[in-house]
T-cell receptor
């Protein structure tokens, strides 16, 4: 069964360093989402792409976070500089345009900022 | 911000018992979904109920939706140890089909 691939699975970094996460959605899924999930809470949307275009990034802290999906397939989420409060699980999800209601999630990247 | 609020936050039951978890939300919705998350993993879609539906079944899952009360419930019947996970409701309020997740219910099923 096709899956959303994310890497790395775990990332430990020091504050003020730069980190990057990668996501490869299920083939054919035009819509891609990045979420942040703080331990014990539900996921919160950071950014949504439709193909290579940003649909919504209203909750993305743009002073330090950036996201791109240059060819409309895989995507990268970057944090620079990382802060202690960025420690969380970063989840990527994708969906069919025709079925945007149902999202398929990757296993996530667990970020720890020291 | 999170639209949905799950209740209870944590639930511990014995294998074979039924588990009921509730979700309340604030604004009108197109549909409501339930997702499951095993510890340290991504979320898995369980079931979707549209705003014009009142009840839906899928295997051992039963979901109800009361739009007048802005609430939904998820019932897992004959629970198994493998059902141990966090369960999240997610609402689609129609703005670009984006989902807003609640804080989740952590279910533990003891063998």
């Amino acid at each position: 069964e096709a899956e959303v691939a994310q890497s790395p699975r775990y990332k430990i970094t020091e504050k003020s360093q730069a980190v990057a996460f990668w996501c490869d959605p299920i083939s054919g899924h035009a819509t891609l989402y990045w979420y942040r999930q703080i331990l014990g809470q539900g996921p919160e949307l950071l950014v949504q792409f439709q193909d290579e275009s940003v649909v919504d990034d209203s909750q993305l802290p743009k002073d330090r976070f950036s996201a791109e999906r240059l060819k409309g397939v895989d995507s990268t989420l970057k944090i620079q500089p990382a802060e202690l409060g960025d420690s969380a699980m970063y989840l990527c999800a994708s969906s069919f345009v025709e079925q945007r209601n149902i999202q398929y999630f990757g296993a996530g990247t667990r970020l720890s900022v020291l | 911000s999170q639209q949905g609020e799950e209740d209870p936050q944590a639930l511990s039951i014995q294998e074979g018992e039924n588990a009921t978890m509730n979700c309340s939300y604030k604004t009108s919705i197109n549909n409501l979904q339930w997702y499951r998350q095993n510890s340290g993993r991504g979320l898995v879609h369980l079931i979707l109920i549209r705003s014009n539906e009142r009840e839906k079944h899928s295997g051992r899952l039963r979901v109800t939706l009361d739009t007048s009360k802005k609430s939904s419930s998820l019932l897992i019947t004959a629970s198994r140890a493998a059902d141990t996970a966090s369960y999240f409701c997610a609402t689609d309020a129609g703005a670009g089909n984006m989902l807003t997740f609640g804080g989740g219910t952590r279910l533990m099923v003891k063998p």
